[in-house]
């Protein structure tokens, strides 16, 4: 078997005419490899205003994103708020009514004791 070997894609020195008009990245696809990838190589360069402007663009992305999000975030606080006050208030519900539950237990042992230790004896069954 004959070995086939390939051309260098990239050439040796580039200028703005090996690529299109105004380009600053040319991509020189060699299409599909024995391995079925297909192999993108980058000619050229890319100049420090066009990353700059590229990462503004993120992150002005991402702050729009977060703008926009931002309504939503709002209310799901709120919401946790008004959660938190309504445990509050349960909470405060269920001191109140052990509170209750123990002065009305605290008034019947009271009473029964009373009853009990009153001058004809104690009670019995009948």
């Known amino acids: 078997m004959q070995h086939h070997q390939r051309a260098d894609p990239i050439p040796a020195k580039w200028s703005p005419a090996a690529g299109a008009a105004g380009d ?6 060699e299409g599909i490899a024995a391995s079925g990838v297909l192999e993108l190589v980058v000619v050229g360069s890319v100049d420090q205003a066009t990353i700059v402007s590229y990462a503004l663009g993120y992150i002005a992305v991402a702050i729009a994103v977060f703008v926009m999000f931002l ?6 606080g709120l919401l946790l708020l008004g959660a938190g006050a309504v445990q509050v208030i349960v909470l405060l519900i269920n001191a109140t009514a052990v509170g209750l539950y123990k ?10 004791d009373r ?3 009153r001058p004809r004896g104690r009670l019995a069954a009948h």
């Open 71 to 76: 309504p939503a975030l709002a209310i799901f």
């Open 115 to 117: 009853w009990h230790n």
């Open 24 to 29: 600053h990245i040319t991509l020189a696809a």
């Open 103 to 112: 002065a009305v237990l605290g008034l019947y042992h009271h009473l029964l």
